[in-house]
């Protein structure tokens, strides 16, 4: 089994040196006090070129495809590709484009590891109907970031956290 993970980080390193730091699996799953979405797990949708957006699953879904690197980027490298967890235009997403900028870390606070984007826990929420390409939203909830309000009322607010 050690020699298995020890060989999983050398391939890793290997692939991508800048992601050659400790790795972990991360299963995401949200909070809220909308019980028709708290505990929904989050997984990515091919949404474009290089792009997964985030979507709610049911109870029982558990992300494992995502990996973390020392506590701030989320990634996952299933397709071949790493894909960074990256907020921007709103949309909370997978992309080949490299983690942003906003300092995305988790924080731990009330027994869980929470999510949060420049220190800031708040501005995730679970939306329908928000215009993604291939309007998964229209039957799914698609996780969104909007951090200084203007979210629709289709949306529920949502605090994300990591499984333990």
Do not use: W
Not at 13 to 24: C, G, K, Y
Not at 34 to 60: E, F, T
Request: aromatic share 16%; proline share 4%; glycine share 10%.
């Amino acid at each position: 089994m050690q020699f298995a993970i020890i060989f999983a980080l050398t391939v890793l390193s290997t692939i991508s040196p800048s992601l050659a730091r400790f790795v972990l699996p991360a299963s995401l799953f949200v909070n809220s006090s909308n019980l028709a979405v708290s505990g929904s797990g989050i997984y990515g949708k091919h949404s474009g070129a290089g792009i997964d957006y985030l979507y709610l699953g049911d109870k029982s879904y558990n992300s494992s495809q995502l990996l973390m690197t020392d506590g701030t980027q989320l990634y996952t490298n299933r397709t071949g590709y790493a894909k960074y967890f990256n907020v921007d235009d709103h949309y909370a997403k997978l992309t080949v484009s490299g983690p942003n900028s906003k300092n995305i870390e988790f924080d731990y606070y009330d027994d869980k590891h929470y999510l949060t984007v420049g220190g800031e826990m708040g501005g995730f929420f679970a939306c329908k109907n928000t215009s993604d390409p291939y309007n998964y939203s229209l039957s799914e909830f698609e996780l969104m970031y909007y951090p200084t309000g203007g979210e629709g009322s289709a949306c529920i607010p949502v605090n994300v956290y990591k499984a333990q």
